[in-house]
């Protein structure tokens, strides 16, 4: 069975930073794609980035661009999210997903992928 377990969520002051880790099991890491979601509440989910674990390609929102950054270590089946620049409308929780392929141009629709964690909450003070 396909396994994701996120961790490194927790409370930071706005401009700080967070590391999320997605480990992932039950499956061929390299087959696949990744992706960073986040859910606020009462508001959709939305997706933050995606990376394909084979050809290393990444993704992200707008709102997020220069400021979170996604790699994978495929030796240890496990993907990061370094969030830099925190912001208070970073405040959610974070999902990561898997599905077999690679990131395309649709990335961000949560439908797409198959698997998922059960979330880690982050939330910014300001």
């Known amino acids: 069975d396909v396994q994701l377990v996120e961790s490194g969520g927790g409370l930071v002051q706005a401009g700080g930073s967070l590391r999320l880790s997605c480990a992932a099991s039950g499956f061929t890491f390299d087959d696949y794609r990744i992706g960073w979601f986040r859910q606020a509440p009462g508001k959709e989910r939305e997706g933050v980035s995606c990376i394909s674990s084979s050809a290393g390609t990444t993704y992200y929102a707008d709102s997020v661009k220069g400021r979170f950054t996604i790699s994978s270590d495929n030796a240890k089946n496990t993907v990061y999210l370094q969030m830099n620049s925190l912001k208070p409308e970073d405040t959610a929780v974070y999902y990561c997903?898997?599905?077999?392929?690679?990131?395309?141009?649709?990335?961000?629709?949560?439908?797409?992928?198959?698997?998922w964690g059960q979330g880690t909450q982050v939330t910014v003070s300001s």
């Open positions: 997903a898997a599905d077999p392929g690679f990131c395309g141009t649709f990335w961000y629709i949560p439908i797409g992928f198959d698997s």
